[in-house]
Structure formats: structure tokens, C-alpha cells
């Protein structure tokens, strides 16, 4: 009998056992179901990224068809100019004048993170400008230099981040945090000098613009008395095991070019090149990049957020085509259509285009409400007639025809016979560098050739100034401590994933260096500080 018990111990144990795998076996296989849903979910969210890319694509195909028209026209404009230099007869020197203010607005612009690469409208003119010179030689060396800065960027941000799983130094990891964020922003910089349109190099410049941002985001948080968390030392992992992967790529790209690879081909966007198909496969692998969510501008949680400035009734495409042809009925319209819809920033929009008698024009309004979100038109600058104040005045002008009111300038660019010009949204005295327009006007002839309101649009929503706790004096004081200060300024400040601050702003010089210094209004800490620095890519505000 005992022998019977145990032997039926034995098989209850059995079953339990076979139940108890039986059980293990169940759950494994949930949770490879449930990670093959996900990353099929993922891959399905990247298709309907490259979908909304689509149109994007088809405007950089629109633009270059007018950059090789502008390049055979600049090729013939630059023979007579450099005849006329030989004469002596030299054409107004290139110049650059910054406005009163505009800290947030010049580092936005100079440091690449006009959210993202896809759907700058005014990126893709400068692309026309930059690289439909006619000057072969310089296109090809810029592009060239580019690329080589951009590996080199990416082998030492992969270094730093290594740096910071050993550092036990608060103060050291700071520093390495900083040096990421310069290094990020210098390798957006480098690879948005390279001439190829940015379906080939979308998801990579979201990936470097991650690095920077988030390290940046870590950076403040030990500034104010905070550790790095365990799961955030799990999303630098992450960050850092897709930088090792790009930096092996990057590398083995590198080295498949010989002396005969001709730079200046990448122009031509021929997926066939060898960087650009490299490039490509960069993009097919996006899926290994981490997804990113915290406080900061490029999270990917902020895909979902809603743009605050897009209000009112729906329209139909033949309202958007009567919206274009009132706004630009002066520019000589020969034919206008409208050729699809995209989202623009998450903005939908109509695209509409038309043939000018000075270049074509491309414009989107947005379905909701039929405000203008962006346009460009590509038409070659010859002369200069206008000062940048003219143009000034042009821009504030338009921006109130299409319903933008209460802008101010706050930073002016000029390069060559064009200016482009940034205006913010103001309060009373109060700078709201959240809604931001950029535009570019002709110094030939006045027109307006480009703006983007994307940033306005998604930003712009009723405030209410409340006085803050310390006053400009006070914080002026603190700011004069450190810079001889030139100019002052109120400002709402972004503070990423939406949040503002309400900011003094200083801009003031040390040792023949310009500062820009916002101090917290409530809390007079100093919420940051750009230093203007002259670079290979411009001026930057660092």
C-alpha cells in the first residue's frame, strides 16, 4: 500500500509537472506573440512614416528640376561677376546682421532642430541655393568634407557614451553629457550639408538629433540636484548600442570610397551612388532605433500632440486653391492646382502649386481651417535693391496678409541677393519664441519666396502673462555679473514636450565673445545660455 501512495504521489507529481511546463510553455509563447505584435506594429508605423514622406519626396524632386534650371542660370551670372571683380566692379559684400534679440530662434535654426529633417520647405531652397551654384569643385570638397565630419562625429559620440556607464563623477558626467549634445548638433549640422534629399537620411538625423536632445534633457536634470535614474541609463544603452551599429556602418561605407568616387554626384540622388545607397540602408534598419520618450522636443511621444494654432471648419481643395490664388495672385500665376495631401508636421495640409512668370510656386494650407503653413518658390535672386530693413517691413507685411498678426523680427540672415528673416509671436513686450515663422524675401524684387509656419502652428495658443516673481532689474544684476549687457528682453522660453518658462533674456559680450543668457523670471536661475560661435557651417549658437 505504501508503494501504491507513492507511486500515485509520483504521477500526481508528474501531472503537475507536465501541467507546470504545459503552463511555462503558454507564457513564452504569449510573450513571443505579444513581441512579434509589437515590433509588427513598429515596422507598420515606419511604412506610414514613409508614406507621409512620400509627398515630401516629390517636392525635392520638384526642386531639383528648378535647381538645374537656377544652376545653368547661376553658372552664367558668376562669369559676369567675376568679370566685373576683374574690372573692379564688386558686388555688395556678404553680410550678416542679427536682430535685437532671438537667442532661441538663431540656435533653432543654426543648430538644425527645425524638427526634422522631412517637410522643411525652407531647407530644400537652401539645398537649390548651396548646391546650384555652378561652383562644382566647392560642391563636391563641402560634400566631401560633410561626410568625413559626420563618421568622425559619430565614431566620438560613441566614445563619450561608453564614458558614461564607468563615470561615478557627477561633475565628469556633466561634461560628457555636453560634449554629446555639441556633438550631436555639429553631426546634424554636417549631415545636412549633404546634398541628398531626405528620404535617404530621415530616420538617421532623427536618431543623432535624439542623442543630443536627451543628453541635453539628462544634463538639466543634474544640474538640478538630480541622479540619472536606472531606466534612463537603460535608454543611453539603447541610444548607445544603435550608435555602435551606425558607427560600424558609417565606417564600412567610408571605406569603399577610393580617391575616384566623385563627391559631387550625390546631387543627382541616384539610389544606385554608393553613399546614398548606404544611406538607404541606414534607413531600411530604423527599426533597431530606440523608441524615445521624455521631456524633451524630439520624443517621440510628441508625435501625438495635437497642433494648438490650426482652428477652425474644414475646407474643400477648391477653397485652398482660391485661398492660394488670393495670396498670390500678384506673382503671375499661369496655372494653379492642387496635387494631393500630406501631413505636414503633423499638420494636415493641401498642396497646391502653380506656374509663375518668376518661378514656380509650392504651398500647403491646412485642411482645417485653410491657414498657410508653408510655401516656397524657386526663382533666382540677380541684383540687390533692398536693404534688410526693406525686407523686413515686406515680411511683416505678408505675415499679415495670410492672418499672422502681432509678429516680430528677432534674427536676420542675409546670403548673397536673398535674406531670410525669423519672427515671433509677441504679447505686449513679452517675445514668444514657441510660435515661430521663418521666411525668406528677394532682395531684387521684394517678393517673398518662402516661409514655414510650422512651428507657429503647433505652438500658438492663448497665454496669459502673469507677473512673475522677481523683476528684470533683479535678474539684469545677476546677468551683468558675468557680460557687459547690450539689450534685454521678456520672453517665453520652450522647455520641451511642450512645457514654457517665462524668461529674462540678456545678450551682452565677454572677451569679444556674444552671449545670449535667459534667466527663470520666478526663480532667477539661469535656464540657459548660448554663446555665438563662428563655424564651417555658419554662425551658431552653442
Not at 526663382?379 to 525686407?391: A, M, Q, V, W
Request: some cysteine; glycine content about 8%.
Amino acid at each position: 500500500m505504501q508503494d501504491e501512495k507513492e507511486m500515485k504521489n509520483s504521477a500526481i507529481e508528474k501531472v503537475e509537472n507536465i501541467a507546470d511546463k504545459k503552463k511555462a510553455a503558454g507564457e513564452k509563447r504569449i510573450k513571443r506573440e505579444a513581441a512579434a505584435i509589437a515590433a509588427a506594429e513598429k515596422r507598420e508605423r515606419i511604412r506610414e512614416e514613409r508614406k507621409v514622406g512620400r509627398d515630401a519626396r516629390a517636392r525635392a524632386r520638384f526642386a531639383r528640376r528648378q535647381a538645374r534650371e537656377i544652376k545653368r542660370a547661376s553658372l552664367k551670372r558668376r562669369q559676369e561677376e567675376r568679370k566685373e571683380m576683374r574690372d573692379g566692379r564688386r558686388e555688395e559684400k556678404r553680410r550678416s546682421v542679427k536682430g535685437v534679440s532671438g537667442g532661441y530662434i538663431a540656435a533653432i535654426v543654426s543648430l538644425g532642430c527645425s524638427v526634422l529633417v522631412l517637410g522643411s520647405l525652407l531647407t530644400l531652397s537652401a539645398f537649390t541655393d548651396n548646391f546650384g551654384t555652378g561652383k562644382t569643385n566647392a560642391a563636391a570638397n563641402t560634400s566631401q568634407r560633410a561626410f568625413y565630419e559626420f563618421v568622425g562625429y559619430v565614431d566620438n559620440m560613441e566614445t563619450d557614451m561608453s564614458k558614461l556607464f564607468v563615470s561615478s563623477d557627477e561633475n565628469l558626467r556633466q561634461k560628457i553629457l555636453r560634449d554629446l549634445t555639441v556633438k550631436s548638433n555639429l553631426a546634424d549640422a554636417s549631415l545636412s550639408q549633404l546634398p541628398m534629399t531626405d528620404d535617404f537620411k530621415f530616420y538617421t538625423s532623427k536618431y543623432i538629433n535624439q542623442v543630443g536632445d536627451y543628453t541635453k534633457y539628462l544634463n538639466d536634470r543634474l544640474i538640478d540636484g538630480y541622479s540619472i535614474t536606472e531606466n534612463e541609463y537603460k535608454d543611453l544603452a539603447r541610444l548607445y548600442e544603435a550608435n555602435k551599429k551606425l558607427k560600424t556602418s558609417l565606417s564600412e561605407l567610408a571605406g569603399k570610397i577610393d580617391e575616384n568616387y566623385d563627391f559631387d554626384m550625390l546631387a543627382d540622388n541616384n539610389p544606385n551612388d554608393l553613399i546614398l545607397s548606404g544611406f538607404n540602408g541606414l534607413e531600411e534598419n530604423a527599426a533597431d532605433y530606440p523608441e524615445m520618450i521624455y521631456d524633451g522636443p524630439f520624443s517621440d511621444g510628441l508625435e501625438a500632440r495635437k497642433p494648438k494654432g490650426i482652428t477652425g471648419e474644414r475646407i474643400n481643395e477648391f477653397i485652398a486653391k482660391e485661398k492660394f490664388e488670393k495670396i498670390f495672385g500678384e506673382y503671375g500665376l499661369e496655372k494653379t492646382q492642387v496635387v494631393g495631401m500630406t501631413e505636414n508636421s503633423k499638420i494636415e495640409c493641401y498642396n497646391v502649386t502653380a506656374n509663375t512668370d518668376r518661378g514656380d510656386i509650392f504651398a500647403q494650407f491646412s485642411v482645417v481651417g485653410g491657414h498657410l503653413v508653408s510655401f516656397s518658390s524657386f526663382k533666382e535672386c540677380k541684383k540687390i535693391n533692398l536693404g534688410e530693413e526693406e525686407c523686413v517691413g515686406i515680411a511683416g507685411r505678408f505675415l499679415e496678409s495670410v492672418g499672422l498678426k502681432n509678429m516680430t523680427c528677432v534674427w536676420a540672415q542675409t546670403d548673397e541677393n536673398t535674406v531670410t528673416l525669423n519672427f515671433v509671436y509677441t504679447i505686449g513686450d513679452v517675445l514668444i519664441y514657441p510660435d515661430m515663422v521663418k521666411i525668406n524675401v528677394c532682395r531684387e524684387n521684394g517678393r517673398v519666396i518662402g516661409m514655414d509656419a510650422d512651428s507657429y502652428y503647433i505652438n500658438h495658443t492663448v497665454r496669459k502673462i502673469e507677473n512673475p516673481a522677481h523683476t528684470m532689474a533683479e535678474a539684469r544684476e545677476k546677468a551683468e555679473k558675468n557680460i557687459e549687457v547690450s539689450s534685454a528682453s521678456m520672453a517665453i522660453t520652450p522647455k520641451g514636450n511642450g512645457h514654457e518658462i517665462f524668461a529674462y533674456e540678456f545678450i551682452g559680450t565677454k572677451d569679444g565673445s556674444t552671449y545670449y543668457i535667459y534667466i527663470d523670471a520666478n526663480t532667477l536661475k539661469e535656464s540657459d545660455i548660448f554663446r555665438l560661435v563662428e563655424t564651417e557651417q555658419g554662425e551658431m549658437l552653442l
